[in-house]
């Protein structure tokens, strides 16, 4: 079904490669602290909770809006969503493997990992640990490998002025660290 208002064709019309990055960058750059949610989504589609993938496909929806104009549930024509699978496919290409989250130094996982789980749950989810809601926390592991989000840590640090507890404070600079180190 194509709707009558223009924006399928003008979506169809100024769509490009160009476009598609710029829609790729918008939702990369909204997701710094998110990113374990990226890995997730893209790196075990038929493992990650429906809540995640669902949530991921709204920041795709919403960057088409927010670059384009255009909204892809309005729309409904088949060529549209042609649009959504290359932003789709575009993030799985960037993010399957571990995207922009470091790797953590074999025999160093079990310190980061009691640090990751000990944080409040708002400090885990920017460093890539899945927290549901029952609070289990669960770090972000790939291909046997723990992995971090270190710029979402840094993002939560700025957070109310850099203001977050200690405990909380020395935790994340001791999971940088030590990501640092390599």
Known sequence: MDDDSGWNDLLLQLWSDDVRDAVVARIEAASVGRRGWLVRVFAAPEAVRRELTETVHALVLAAIRDETGADL????SQAAWECYEQVWDE????WSGGGRTEVVAIGREPEIVRLLVALPGEAAVCA????????????LWLKGRLRVDADGLRAYLRLDGGRAPTAVHDAIHTILGVLDRG
Not at 73 to 76: K, P, W
Not at 91 to 94: T, V
Not at 128 to 139: E, H, K, L, N, S
């Open 91 to 94: 993030l799985a290409q960037r």
């Open 128 to 139: 890539g640990v899945d927290v549901r809601t029952d609070g289990t926390a669960d770090p």
């Open 73 to 76: 549930d309005v729309l409904g």
